[in-house]
T-cell receptor, first 111, second 113 residues
């Protein structure tokens, strides 16, 4: 069945450094790729998303890139801050009701 | 702001008990979802509903059922709770206009003893 693989499972960076999380999807019909952030004890919240007709999207310190040919997409966080520490989930959707989530990346930003 | 609420944050039940988890959203969303979240496995879809009284199986429906009698409310039922159903349960909703964007509830951490 369809799946989304996410790497790494854990990422530790120094404050101010960049963090990159990578995902690969299997369903070539996927056309919508959201990223959710889940802080400890809180609900997942959408932080950025990208559609398949766009190769890159940026919002302040976060950016997503999409390579449709390779079926890869990535989240980039620049100038990381302690409040970026959270679990990040990538996901892929074909535009229907089902969204397939990656297993999550736990990001630690050390002050 | 979309608000999705769940009936309990923490729940402890015994094996064999019938368990009800309730989710309510206040944004008139058509679509509602139940996921379970386990470490290393991400979010896995149990059931979803795209309209009142409509339900569809997700990836792991075994041992669960759902009910959607009103548009704003989506209930997850564990007919006979088992220890392997100990997990975090997350409800989500999405609207017809942007149905891929899901808004999550705070989660219910269920412990089955």
């Amino acid at each position: 069945g369809e799946n989304v693989e996410q790497h790494p499972s854990t990422l530790s960076v120094q404050e101010g450094d960049s963090a990159v999380i990578k995902c690969t999807y299997s369903d070539s019909a996927s056309n919508y790729f959201p990223w959710y952030k889940q802080e400890l004890g809180k609900r997942p919240q959408l932080i950025i998303d990208i559609r398949s007709n766009v190769g890159e999207k940026k919002d302040q310190r976060i950016a997503v890139t999409l390579n449709k040919t390779a079926k890869h997409f990535s989240l980039h966080i620049t100038e990381t801050q302690p409040e970026d520490s959270a679990v990040y989930f990538c996901a892929a959707s074909t535009g229907g009701f089902k969204t397939i989530f990656g297993a999550g990346t736990r990001l630690f930003v050390k002050a | 702001d979309v608000k999705v609420t769940q009936s309990s944050r923490y729940l402890v039940k015994r094996t064999g008990e019938k368990v009800f988890l309730e989710c309510v959203q206040d944004m008139d969303h058509e679509n509602m979802f139940w996921y379970r979240q386990d470490p290393g496995l991400g979010l896995r879809l149990i059931y979803f509903s795209y309209d009142v009284k409509m339900k569809e199986k997700g990836d792991i429906p075994e041992g669960y059922s759902v009910s959607r009698e009103k548009k704003e409310r989506f209930s997850l039922i564990l007919e006979s709770a088992s220890t392997n159903q100990t997990s975090m349960y997350l409800c989500a909703s999405s609207g017809q206009g942007r149905r891929e964007t899901q808004y999550f509830g705070p989660g219910t951490r269920l412990l089955v003893l």
